[in-house]
Every structure is written in C-alpha cells, then in structure tokens.
C-alpha cells in the first residue's frame, strides 16, 4: 500500500530559526495535506495542496506540492512558541467518492525560547 | 469546516470490554473516517462509514473487532471490542472539508487495564 516517508522526525530549534520539513513517497497523491496535533486534540490542517507544483503559503507557512505528485515540503519561517507540536504530511488517494488519506509519521517540533 | 464533537473524550476500560465511541457533526456528510493514532504514533486509517452502505475497512481491521454504525448523514459510532491493552490509543473520526482537506475530531483517549 501507498506510504509516506516523513523527515526529520523530530526538530529542536530556537526561536525565531526558520523550519523545513518534508515528505516522499513512491506512489502518487492527487491531494497533499499538512496537519498540526496539539498534545489532547486532533489534527488542524494548515495547508492544503491540490495540484503538482502549487506554493501556497498560510502565514509563516509554505508548502509545495511537488512536481512529480510525490513529495511534498512545510516551511515555518521565524519560529515561535505556539508552533510546538507534531506536524504531519498527508496524502490523499482514491477517486471521488472513494477518497482516503495516508499519514506520514509525523515530525514533532520543539522550541527553546 | 464542519465542527465534530466526538465522545467519550477519553475513558478507562477493562479489558474483555466494549466501548462505543460517538461523532456527531454540525453538518451532513456522505463520507466519515475512522483512525487510529496508537501512542506516539501516526494516524492510520480504520475504516470508511457511507451513510446507507456497510463501512469499509482497511487491512488489519476487522468489523468484528471495530463496528461501525452509521444511521444517519450527521453521526457516526465506532465501537471496540473485546479490549486489550493494545487497543490503547486515540481513536479518531473525520469528514471532509467543504473547501477541500479533512476535519478531525479532538478524539477519544482509550486506556485498556
């Protein structure tokens, strides 16, 4: 089955340093997701992509949805405290309908103030 | 988005005991999502719930172990069976976003003892 290879797995940075964080895969998504989980909750997207090489950026975030429908990257520019908590990539497979999505494993984000 | 209230919020179970776990959801829906997130884990997929058709399940999850009910375009129970200490995770439902991507429930924090 399709699978999603999410790097680093886990970041310490300073505040204010810029983050970059991203996933491949084998198989081809026609949709690429990124979430952020908060210790408690469930996943809040950030940014959704739907076609090979789109930007689109949501604040201090960026993504891109890479050429090849394979890979996709998160960029968190100027880092701050409340950017703490586990980032994931998704990817969505299936016709219309029939749609689903597979998770990569997360990358967990600390920050030192 | 749609909002999902999901209970319980979390719960302690014996284990050889069921729990049923709830989504409701503000809105109506075709498609709801069921996922798995075991502990610091990613989220994996359990299965497919269509309102008016019998759920879909991924490889690994039987109907058996985790039925599905669907009675209704707004809500949806997911309940696990016969627990044991692996079932202790975060069970999550899902839907889609009207402007694209997928909202998550906050979840259901199981622990088996």
């Known amino acids: 089955g399709q699978q999603l290879n999410q790097s680093p797995q886990s970041m310490f940075i300073q505040e204010g340093e810029d983050v970059s964080m991203n996933c491949t895969s084998s198989?081809?998504?026609?949709?690429w997701l990124w979430y952020k989980q908060d210790p408690g909750e469930g996943p809040v997207l950030l940014i959704a992509?739907?076609?090979?090489?789109e930007l689109t950026s949501n604040g201090r975030l960026t993504a891109q949805f890479g050429i090849t429908r394979k890979d996709s990257f998160l960029n968190i520019s100027a880092s701050i405290p409340s950017d703490v908590g586990i980032y994931f990539c998704?990817?969505?497979?299936?016709?219309?309908?029939?749609?689903?999505?597979?998770f990569g494993q997360g990358t967990r984000l600390t920050i030192n103030p | 988005s749609a909002v999902i209230s999901q209970k319980p919020s979390r719960d302690i179970c014996q284990r050889g005991t069921s729990l049923t776990i709830q989504c409701q959801v503000d809105?109506?829906?075709?498609?709801m999502f069921w996922y798995r997130q075991q502990p610091g884990q990613s989220l994996t997929l359990i299965a497919t719930?269509?309102?008016?058709?019998?759920?879909?399940?991924e490889s690994g999850f039987v109907i058996d172990k985790f039925p599905i009910s669907r009675p209704n375009l707004t809500f949806s129970t997911l309940t696990v069976s016969n627990m044991s200490p692996e079932d202790s995770s975060i069970y999550l439902c899902?839907?889609?976003?009207?402007?694209?991507?997928?909202?998550f429930g906050s979840g259901t924090r199981l622990t088996v003892v």
């Open positions: 899902s839907v889609p976003g009207s402007r694209g991507g997928y909202t």
């Open positions: 198989s081809i998504f026609n949709t």
């Open positions: 992509l739907y076609k090979a090489g």
């Open positions: 998704a990817g969505q497979v299936g016709r219309q309908g029939a749609q689903k999505l597979v």
């Open positions: 809105s109506q829906v075709t498609m």
């Open positions: 719930a269509n309102q008016g058709s019998e759920a879909t399940y």
